[in-house]
């Protein structure tokens, strides 16, 4: 982009002299031909254009993607599975286990609460939801708006 405005008014500030470029005709033979000063601007952007789209669809998405997914699984499945089996499965199954008595047993409210709420529901939900929104749905959308059109 920068490239862009910058050819764009050197192009101005230069454009009664001449634009001269070499072209191959045939092998080692030059012919020298005029190119028209908006000619190379648009070449140029279009260049830029497909450097943006380039490096937006690949080098960030799949940065994006890749970073996402093991953000997201690493962290949120070892953060959530580890700080919520703590707090509902032991924590409530000591709370729970002197309030209310033994009816349930302590044994089944640590399993249940430690499967269901810190491995079933938060590592499902934002260990591995999250990891594939941010990697993959939020990488891309914010990524390919941001850099395609910045790069551009």
């Known amino acids: 982009m920068y490239t862009c405005i910058y050819l764009y008014v050197h192009a101005r500030s230069r454009k ?27 070449v140029s952007y279009c260049i830029w254009y497909v450097y943006g789209m380039v490096y937006g669809l690949v080098y960030r998405i799949l940065y994006c993607m890749v970073y996402g997914l093991l953000y997201g699984v690493i962290y949120f499945i070892l953060w959530y599975m580890v700080f919520y089996m703590v707090r509902y499965g032991i924590w409530y199954d000591a709370w729970y286990g002197e309030v209310y008595g033994m009816e349930r047993g302590m044994v089944w409210h640590m399993v249940w609460y430690t499967v269901w709420y810190g491995v079933l529901y938060y590592m499902v939900r934002y260990g591995i939801l999250h990891g594939i929104w941010y990697g993959m749905v939020f990488g891309k959308v914010y990524d390919m708006a941001c850099y395609m059109v910045w790069h551009a």
Do not use: G
């Open 16 to 42: 009664r002299t001449r634009a001269y470029t070499y072209t191959y005709v045939h092998v080692n033979k030059l012919v020298r031909t005029r190119i028209r000063t908006r000619t190379r601007i648009f």
